[in-house]
């Protein structure tokens, strides 16, 4: 604790509770934003957790961030989900007490994903045996089925849970989990046969149609295609952008095989599914009689063949329905309209109860089985979590939704009993000074929908079981009569002038805590013909609809008071166990990451009672504990309790809290509790148990007891000179800093020494960081003018040894290369254009595609061939072209055609050359020979490091001179044109003529 009230993060407070001004909604929207601006989601009001949903991936969910979190003190790290599971998990294990940790707020705002990330931090971090791996599996892969299975694409949320979900993990005393069990609640069934605009069905139904094989999909008659699926496409968006139905698919088939489901299971599973579809796609027309008949029997015979039901009495069932006359049943036919409504019903009914199968047969399989392995019949601890779906407010809100929201005001209910009222009535009864917080107690509205004889429920539950027809109409007046004067109810009828025109006739309006919803009476009847499916030969329905039921005489309940026993139970389950709570908000409505929409969070903040909650932290005392607990925990810190204490715990504790040295505003003593104002004398306490319980495990009993007298004061005092020590400690070294600074430019003196000494270390090391990492990086860290010199050297050694590592690691070949560019570059570099782009083009040792003719090897007498390429070579006289090759040997020079020699040119003979900006030409004795080729610079290079003769290459501008012959000379001129082409001109001159630029083909005049 200490470390939230001392440490902030770099943006606004991590902890509300630390807020200026603790009473400003502003302020505490602003510190929301500020700190959702830095992705920072979470924050503490004490020990609750506000979070926003991000939208978007964030880096804090890695096993590191898991490890970090655990077995740390709740405070001392920014504020994490992993803080609260860790801090329950934690109080579970050291008091071996059952906790739950209350997930809440509304669709989308992140409920689900943190129930998944609890889940999963528990998986990773908790203790676990290989025999227990197993449940961890099966812990973690249950989700992504009830996921699939009850989540749906909606409106607000593409993965929105549309059940209520609680799951126990149970812990055995080691805090190895070795079991779970899930609660499910009300699956919203509608939605299987009905879609609003842009939502889904639920995900199965995609996952098998998208990632099913075909050997599947053709045994359930099913084609891949959703369009044709009537239950599919209401919504018009079977693809979802944003969800994978293969990938998940995939996950869910592998999961079944982690948590036991047989073949036939999964056979008969989605057996069903698929009936669902076929149903959806019945229908039905009027036969003569006005009577409903099925159009098209393709459908039912899948449904009869999946669901292992006699097809003839399937068809009746869904046309006809039995009434009783006299004691006798009679088969009445439905209209159309009846037939379509008795449809859609067993398409509910039917998922609704596998639903409830698939969630039993999870629960089988996370049962703890440990005991059955060994003899531990330990005690077990467990955290619930409880994802359950938030308010919900749609255009049309029908039964379910009335569910949801009366599940939301129950849990908003326990919530303030829990923290809010329990704190203020701890205080009074406890008898310390409290200064009340008014808020507001939502137990009204609770009391309007659940009430006996009195309450929405119990009415809707008389008018569906009274005999006679029950229509939506006879509800709305019932309700009207009997709680028509409440503040919170509303209809047509009761609303004033202006609040009339938004409320239909059919509706009725509750004003919830979270804000105001219109339900729609109608259609919250529901109808039972299902006897038909207690004789299927499929598994599964033959257990979702036992015969048994059908005999039960009994008034059976409604689905709106199974829905609230159900409810009921699970607060009785929550209100035996430790709390911790995690709000969540939605940001925005788009589900945009980075977008806070302050006036739908102030509108949360506001319903959630996050406000309230505050002041009453801000009011309240860091920590209480029974006296006994407090004593049993720290009476080793003084010797009167130590180690035992016969007289009242509550007199043992202030002689204890005497001893230790706590002053009076740090604490306040209640009947029968202490309670203590600031974390931090706590975590003083703490620290000095834990260091007492080093000693104790160290010291011999006889010294025990004076050890324990003076250890408190001890303990104090040691912290308090070594935080003396610190800062004189610290004093000296900022003293000598500055003095050194100042000194700084003399001569080494003792003044200046240690800084001289810290800048010298400092740029080493810096240096070390910065020294070039290759031959061509110039770059050198700026010295201080202390290091001039040795930096001066260093560099120099470390271009040195760059240079050497470069050297060693170049080649035998690339060495000769390297050679051959060094005279490449002392022949042409500045003087010929198209050098530079040269450069990196490696020379070779032929341009031949094929092998030099054998018989010119003959003629060359075997000598080896240093170099060949093809050229072109005009006569002296006429310019002529022609193809040649010129070859180059150790000692001479050859032009060959084909396998002819047509000239030897001995290096020997060789008296000098000339070139310009596109040839060259070199002259020997007896005349030049005009050669043109392609690769100017190798060739040139080559030739003349053959001959050894480089510094007889001239590089020449415009034109040349060259021999013919017998005394003769002729004129070679370089000019520059659109096409390359060498022709002899009118004047008798060969006129060479190069594009701009090229640098490819190069013309070349060698002269001899
Ligand atoms: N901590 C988180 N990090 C990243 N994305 C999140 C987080 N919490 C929620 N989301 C996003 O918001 C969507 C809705 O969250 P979900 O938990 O399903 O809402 P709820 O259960 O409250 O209806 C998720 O599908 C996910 O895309
Ligand atoms: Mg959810």
Redesign the pocket.
Known sequence: MEGALIARDRVGVQDFVLLDSHTSETAFLNNLRKRYQENL?YTYIGTLLV?V??????D??TVTQMQLYRGVNFFELPPH?YAIADNAYRVMCSEYNNHFIL?S?????????????ILQYYAVTCPTTEQLQIVRDRLLLSNPVLEAFG?AKTL??????RFGKYMDIQFDFKGEPVGGHILSYLIEKSRVVHQNHGERNFHIFYQLLEGGDKDLLCWLGLERNPQKYAYLIQGRCAKVF?INDKNDWKIVRKAFSIIDFSEKDIEHLFGIVASVLHLGNIQFEEDSNGHAIIRDGTQIKWISKLLGVHLSILQEALTHRKIEARSEEVLSPLNVDLAFYARDAVAKAIYGRTFTWLVNKINGSLANKVGFFSSDSTRKTVIGLL?I??FEVLDTNSFEQFCINYCNEKLQQLLIEMTLKAEQEEYELEGIEWEPIPYFNNKIICDLVEQKHKGIISILDEECLRPGEATDLSFLEKLEEKVGDHAHFVTRKLADQKTRKSIDWVDFRLLHYAGEVTYCAVGSFSLTLFQVLCNSKNGIIRDCFLLSELDNRRRPETVATQFKNSLMSLIEILMSKEPSYVR?I?PNEN?EPGKFDDYLIRHQVKYLGLMEHLRVRRAGFAYRRKYELFLQRYKSLCPATWPHWHGPAAEGVERLIKHIGYKPEEYKLGRTKIFIRFPKTLFATEDAFEFRKHLLGMVPVPFMYRLISGAWACWRGALARKEAKKRTWAVQIIRKFINGFINRKKPLCPENMEFVQLVQYNYLMKLRDHVPKNVLDKSWLQPPSILEETSELLQKICIRSLVRKYCRGVTAERKVQLQQKVVASAIFRGKKEGYLQSINQPFMDTRLKNDVNPKVLQLIHGEKIKYVTPVIKYDRNGFKARDRLLVLTQSSAYVVEMAKIKQKIDYATLKGNGGSQCGTSLSASDGDVILQCEHIFETVTKFCMLANKQNLVKVVQGSLQFRIGSGKEGTMVFTVGQEPQVFKAKNGQLTVVRPHLNTGNMTCAFSF
């Open positions: 989601i979070s949903n991000p939208y978007k991936e964030l804090i969910y989900l997930i707020g509304e669709s989308g705002a992140g409920k689900t994903e943190a129930s998944k990330k989540n607000r949320n593409d993965n929105s849970s944003s994802d779906y938030g969540c939605k589900k």
